[in-house]
């Protein structure tokens, strides 16, 4: 089986790939290398560009004729970066996955596999969420992913493609074999300012302490990314089978912001000292999932706790610029 994975060079794409690899399945990548690093292609089949480059799409399929299915990645998606910026969120996330999507279509593409956020969630009041949970995106990136499953659902009723949409949780830790992780240096997740403060010697900012959580801070529900890799894989393998065309990706337990510094303190040899702040522009209290549908559609669970995806986050720390040049 070979599929075709957009963004196939960033954290989560990359990972993908590996897990396919792992599986049998020959990965094509295609990556602008906006966010993106070279080096999570080696040894894959890689094409540098555009995914609203339709000449660039259909060289891929033309060359690679036997592509079965798209896992769709590619996008921004940092919240704040997304205040700041939503038109060119849009263009990159909502413009350019439609023109990617009429690309597909005219090369016979009938599968995709869509990233997808549980940032479009509107949470109940005790947090958590199934996949019939109301929809309340509250920041530009939660709404190009929101529009963007609207777009495809409106596309997929009346064309010959099927576009399955995997509603990501909250990705933590790294590839265990340490091929890819987080490339960003500075990420700007909770996890990433851990790491941050520990590697500097610094206290470690709570954005945010007013939610009406069990803490005041924010919760989330951290799933291990190479959880959500073999997720994908399920999918694809699964995929004609399937009676869905919306699943969660997470742990069904919700973890709040003090509790991850907690369970970081738990892993480090150096605990680091928290302080509290005020919140971010477009974050939110947060959410858990409370369905099986990933486990009854997919036969997946995750296998992974919070603290190894921590351990596993900050060996791949440890090892980011030695293996990114």
Same mark, same amino acid.
């Given at each position: 089986?070979?599929v075709?994975?957009t ?5 989560i ?14 990965p094509v ?10 080096e !999570? $292609? +080696? ?7 555009? *995914?609203?480059d ?5 060289? /891929?399929? =033309?060359?690679?004729?036997d ?9 921004l998606?940092?919240v ?7 038109v ?13 999507t ?15 956020s ?8 005790d947090?958590?969420?199934?996949e ?19 777009? !495809? $659902? +409106? ?7 099927? *576009? ?7 990705? /933590?830790? =790294? ?10 240096r ?14 500097d010697?610094?206290p ?5 302490t007013?939610?009406p ?9 951290y799933?291990?990314v190479?959880?959500?890799a ?21 742990t ?11 369970? !970081? ?12 702040a ?13 369905s ?26 440890a ?7």
């Amino acid at each position: 089986m070979r599929v075709l994975i957009t963004g196939g060079a960033g954290y989560i794409g990359s990972t993908i790939g590996s897990a396919c690899l792992d599986a049998g399945i020959e990965p094509v990548i295609l990556d602008s290398l906006v966010t993106g690093r070279r080096e !999570f $292609a +080696d040894g894959r089949v890689f094409y540098e560009g555009d *995914i609203g480059d339709g000449a660039l799409v259909d060289k /891929i399929f =033309a060359e690679h004729p036997d592509i079965e299915a798209v896992v769709h990645c590619a996008a921004l998606i940092v919240v704040p970066d997304s205040v700041a910026d939503p038109v060119g969120y849009y263009r990159a996330n909502v413009a350019k996955s439609l023109e990617f999507t009429d690309h597909l279509l005219r090369n016979g593409c009938e599968r995709m596999i869509f990233s997808s956020s549980a940032s479009i969630y509107q949470a109940g009041a005790d947090h958590t969420v199934d996949e019939s949970s109301p929809l309340a995106p509250q920041s530009p990136y939660a709404r190009t992913k929101a529009v963007c499953e609207a777009m !495809f $659902a +409106d596309i997929a009723a009346t064309r010959p493609i099927r *576009i399955l949409s995997l509603r990501y949780f909250n990705p /933590i830790g =790294a590839d265990p074999a340490m091929r890819t992780g987080l490339q960003l240096r500075r990420p700007s997740h909770a996890l990433g300012k851990m790491i941050e403060a520990y590697e500097d010697g610094v206290p470690f900012a709570i954005t945010g302490t007013d939610y009406p959580t069990s803490d005041g801070t924010g919760i989330r529900d951290y799933v291990h990314v190479w959880d959500l890799a073999a997720a994908h894989v399920a999918a694809l393998r699964r995929f004609d089978s399937l009676d869905a065309d919306v699943i969660n990706l997470g742990t069904g337990a919700g973890t709040t912001v003090r509790e991850l510094a907690e369970a !970081f303190n738990r892993v480090v040899d150096r605990p680091i000292d928290v302080v509290e702040a005020p919140a971010r522009p477009g974050d939110v209290a947060g959410a858990y999932t409370r369905s099986d549908r990933a486990r009854r559609l997919l036969g997946w669970e995750t296998g992974f706790t919070v603290e190894e995806g921590i351990r596993h986050s900050l060996e791949w720390a440890a090892l980011r610029d030695s293996r990114l040049a």
